[in-house]
């Protein structure tokens, strides 16, 4: 499989999920560790519009700022970071995640809101769970005033603001619900 090449100022879907489905997040303490290094890595070189992390995937819509070989580089030092310490805590070796992470460049503006919706909605559609109230994804960082590493402001613009954004999020998760419903 011929994996796409990153461009600077394109925004990209990338995500994994554990070899053979393996569970890549036990705890909430994986969870913060994992964004913890994101963080780190990541510093202006790429901007973060959404993540979710489940227990055996994750999604990261991320903006390059800088160019494709130097990202690459830092997405891979860090999922091989992340992959290390949870190798390291649960006593296991080999791989952790499935041989390379998977990106997909978004077309246009309107794929990159509908992304950023179903990215967001992750832990309804896999496990039912309130999307609101999750709390290893982005949607929480856009209705606080914390500070955080979640390009908030360009991403409520995206919408049209937080009204809309909030708006959008609850259209999708009804249509998510009368799709999942069974009499």
Same mark, same amino acid.
């Given at each position: 499989?011929?994996?796409?090449?990153?461009?600077? *100022?394109?925004?990209?879907?990338?995500?994994?999920?554990? +070899?053979?489905? $393996?569970?890549?997040?036990?705890? *909430?303490?994986? /969870? !913060?560790?994992?964004?913890?290094? &994101?963080?780190?890595? =990541?510093?202006?070189?790429?901007? +973060?519009?959404?993540?979710?992390?489940? =227990?055996?995937?994750?999604?990261? $819509? !991320?903006?390059?700022?800088?160019?494709? /070989?130097? $990202?690459?580089?830092?997405? =891979?030092?860090?999922?091989?970071?992340?992959?290390?310490?949870?190798? @390291?805590? @649960?006593?296991r070796t080999g791989s952790l995640f499935e @041989?390379?992470? %998977?990106?997909? /460049? &978004? /077309? *246009?503006?309107?794929?990159?809101?509908?992304? +950023?919706?179903?990215?967001?909605?992750?832990?309804?559609?896999?496990?039912?769970?309130?999307?609101? =109230?999750? @709390?290893?994804?982005?949607?929480?960082? #856009? &209705?606080?005033? %914390?500070?955080?590493?979640?390009?908030? *402001?360009? $991403?409520?613009?995206? #919408?049209?603001?937080?009204?809309?954004?909030?708006?959008?999020?609850?259209?999708?998760?009804? &249509?998510?619900?009368?799709?999942?419903?069974?009499?």
């Open positions: 499989m011929k994996l796409e090449v990153l461009e600077k *100022d394109c925004y990209y879907h990338i995500f994994n999920r554990g +070899i053979d489905g $393996v569970t890549i997040f036990e705890n *909430d303490n994986n /969870k !913060i560790y994992f964004l913890n290094q &994101l963080s780190r890595y =990541s510093e202006d070189k790429i901007s +973060i519009l959404a993540y979710c992390l489940m =227990s055996n995937h994750f999604h990261l $819509v !991320i903006r390059l700022n800088t160019e494709e /070989k130097e $990202v690459t580089q830092l997405l =891979s030092n860090f999922f091989n970071s992340y992959a290390k310490a949870f190798n @390291k805590q @649960k006593n @041989k390379h992470f %998977k990106r997909i /460049k &978004l /077309k *246009d503006k309107n794929y990159l809101k509908q992304l +950023i919706l179903y990215v967001h909605l992750n832990p309804t559609h896999h496990f039912n769970l309130d999307f609101k =109230s999750y @709390k290893f994804s982005s949607f929480q960082a #856009f &209705l606080s005033n %914390k500070e955080t590493k979640i390009v908030r *402001d360009e $991403v409520l613009e995206l #919408f049209g603001g937080l009204e809309n954004f909030l708006f959008c999020h609850n259209q999708k998760n009804n &249509l998510l619900n009368e799709t999942y419903t069974f009499e």
